[in-house]
């Protein structure tokens, strides 16, 4: 990655939309935008209403023209709006490669540059990659930890606090020789370091791994044709998610969305999905439809098979029978599990037995937890080890610190764990793990 080149890549999802984005950033951003299309040379930062010139045809576009350093990369930077056809936008950006300055950009190459510029953190731009890659509601929390910085604030926090008690202590050894001169004592150095502790402990144990929040259980609903799973679907998320029709078969994809559930430890996270009916195969558009629907339940945690009052179910494995559209509660027997999407009737109780089957699998994230990388718990934990290590050679009971040269060396150490883990120290493989797993135009 050379950062005076100039990049250009497609911003928004793949796929097509109402409105792309492509996004330029460079010395040559703005040159390489007015050659081809009517934005003047001193096009000053703001929207512009531009005509792009795209094979002899015109192409009304939104152009947001930011000047360096004021702009995410810190460079000057072009953002084009215009209609979200994938061929179209690929054309648009060929033309650009034909400008001898301009090359594509490579995956997270626009965040990188944020980064190396001082524009970002590494934890906000790892927040970056998490909000890309997220998949639940905690998940999206979690990025959104990141990508604001809450950790790196709480890294700083405690590398000021232990800075502050390290220079007190390495004051003490430079007036070592001073019998009345004592900088720091070690009731005061002892209470600082295990509030440290305390906090760095705290941190651990109310937090979960990345990981987890990835492994999210998933709940399918199965069952045949017009069975009543879309409708129950809704009703359990409390929107309308699904399309729903008296029509058999209504349901072509697998649709999943998260829902929340209530556990002893807290509101938790689970995905909860519905599929199309098992049903006879006729046409190729059958076999992917029912291919799908196997495959999602192939990977569920729980799968509650829906069968409607008066049907005959027949359960495999450890399917759950869930008799549907019982909108007469007197119809419910004892020996299975009734509910009614159109009354709201064992509603409650679908989500009791999904949260007694799954509360030790359900992703939780409390407001004040943080969801930390390997990289984060790692640097978290040597930097408690070493504050533990400098605690043990601090007695209270003397007037001065011993041993204050050993004492520093593991505060120093925990000093540079707590700066990797905000970010300030990384080493240039790190770096190239953490903005390998963008995508291309961020």
Known sequence: MILGETIVAIASPPGRSARGIIRLSGTEAITATCAMS???????????RITLTVNNHQLPALALIAHAPRSYTAEHTVELQLPGNPHLLERIIDQFLHHPDVRRAEPGEFTARAFMRGRISLTEAEGVAATISAQSDA???????????ELGDFAHTLADDLAMALALVEAGIDFTDEEDVVAITPVDLHGRLADMIERMSRTLARSVGREQLDAIPRVVLTGPPNAGKSTLFNALLGHERAVVSD??????DVIAEPLTITTDHGPAEIMLIDVAGADDVTTALDAHMQDAARAASRNADLRMQCVPVGSDADATGNDLIIRTKCDDESAATADALHVSAHTGFGLDSIRQLIADRLADRAVSLAADAFALLPRHESH??????????????VD???????DAEIVALSMRAALDDLAAL???ITPDDVLGRVFASFCVGK
């Open 247 to 252: 029509v058999a078969g209504t349901t072509r």
């Open 396 to 402: 209270p009971s003397q007037r001065s610190v011993r």
């Open 380 to 393: 978290l934990r040597a930097a408690l080890s070493h504050c533990e290590e400098a605690q043990l050679h």
């Open 38 to 48: 009517s934005l003047p040379d001193d096009a000053q930062p703001g929207i512009h």
């Open 139 to 149: 998940d999206l929390r979690a990025a959104g930890q990141l990508r604001h910085g």
């Open 422 to 424: 905000a970010g300030d």
